[in-house]
């Protein structure tokens, strides 16, 4: 690691959940965007706390239940009406009614899929290593551990004058440098 | 508790009369169905339809009043009943975040009695001009045969009025238990209450499904439908939900319940109302789709009747307007909290409920089409309005939300989060 090489950014440590609260609200207030929350256990309130924005992950939901809905009814018409037409219990070549349950079977799987593989690239996920797993203490953000971290790529990201907001501002109990 | 029984003495009295009255009538046109028992056995199948009809296939002017007013029935009953199930459900599942919005649906339920009772002797009066099966003799009519144990005139006026008694005390129970715990805050309200969800909730899953079927399905006595039951009930607690979004919201902005509700019990109304439009969806679906598959006639001249003339469009409107369009709607998560969408969709949902129990129970007297009398609305926003009065007598009797709930303070706490630029003091 070279010494010119820019940090990642700034974690910083809290004693219990309503520290971490606080000082989430005055960072969502101090208006930076590239910064996250870490604590053991999902904290109540904390996405109103942080600011977030509803995930869009819905829409990757909404797209692969459209999806699989078409593919089960045209899947379907396709195979028993105009590739190998087959009349199975008398009933017609094709309706949406016995092609529904097909259908709405792959709305609920391509929506599922949709759902898991639209949050893995929302979250930019699978990745291998991430700067903030070279810090000793942050293993205790899946014990007993606090943490707020924000990123040096951040717009109103200054090295002295974010840690001293961290510090003195948010009262964190430590604040340390992230290399990258 | 006195006065209760005192309506109670007055309530037996007065079904005992109408029963009577139904009967008596039943006798008189005894002989009329017998000649057209006749017909419809030669017929093969006798589609539901019998002496009633004129000639025309029009009613007779009794028949269509009790049509009518069965249909604004059906739909009252679907409040009560859904209200009583939300009831049940927070009880069964010990929920916290519905504690606030509880009294709402206690007040809602406990109409059941006396009201829905008094508002069912005109339909036990009525009784012989409404149900066909009522005048034909289980000697000539083999799916009446085999169903007497159940469809007799006995059994029809003593379990009707049994079943909404049943459901009326049980709300009131629900809701006694629940106004002495505002009193005295003992946690043992809350276990009784458990205990009798618990085992009320089968009682309430099989006598709903019976009562179903003495007032709605015994129209067409000879149709088979074990999810007939569960299919009126989905249709009730989805119009319910609707409903209730609406009511405690309104009560939210006017006062009684703004300390106690927020985000948090109108999203979940929301998404319990979303979750039932899709449940409704899947057991109309299931019940359709295993009749359309296994084509028994004694199964399908059912849909096949709802099928003819202007029936196939109300059909459709079921499909896309009680399931496709709610569904697409109600998907994005900011539309369950938002009431320029939700107060227009709860009027569709009661419009929607009202046209369902209009599909069940009007191709009866009007096999060839939808038509609409005077009556239907009449009967409609009548019964609604009444209901409607003793529900917010009933609410203004009481607290408006469990004052002492062992669950209450867990539900309004909610996370009091600044707004963005709010200063955070220590």
Redesign the interface.
Known sequence: MSASSKPYGLLAEFETPAAL??AA??C??AGFTKWDVHSPFPI??MD??M?LK?SPV?WFT?AGGVTGFTTGMTMIWFMNKADYPLVV???PLFTP??A??VSYELTILLGAFATLFGMLFLNRLPRLHHPLLKVERFKRATDDGFFISIESADPKFSAEATRQFLSVDCHANAVETVEE | MKSLFQNFRVLVALLVVSGLLGWATGGLQAADAATTNAVASADGHAHGVDGHVHAGGEPDFLAQIGYSYLTAYMFCLSLCMGALFLVFLHHLFDASWSAPVRRVAEQMSAVLFPWMLVLLLPILALQSKIYPWLSIDPATDHSLDVKKILFNRIAFNVLVPALVLSWGLIAHTFRRWSIAQDKDGAAIWTKKSRVLAAVGIFYFAFSLTLGCFYLMKSLQHQFFSTMYGVYYFAGSVWTTLATVWVVVLYFKDRGPLSQVISKRQIQDLGVLFFAFTVFYAYIHFSQYFLIWNAAIPEETFWYVGREQGSWKWVGFTILFGHFFVPFLVLLNQDVKMNPAIMVPMAAWAWLMHYVDMTFNIMPVPHPHGLHVTFWDPLFWAGMVSVLGYFFLKNFRSAAPYPLRDPRLKEAVTHHEVPAPGATVHH
């Open positions: 609260m606080d609200i005055r969502r207030d109540h309130g109103d706390a600011g509803k819905g909404f219990g008398g009933k009614l016995y529904f349950p």
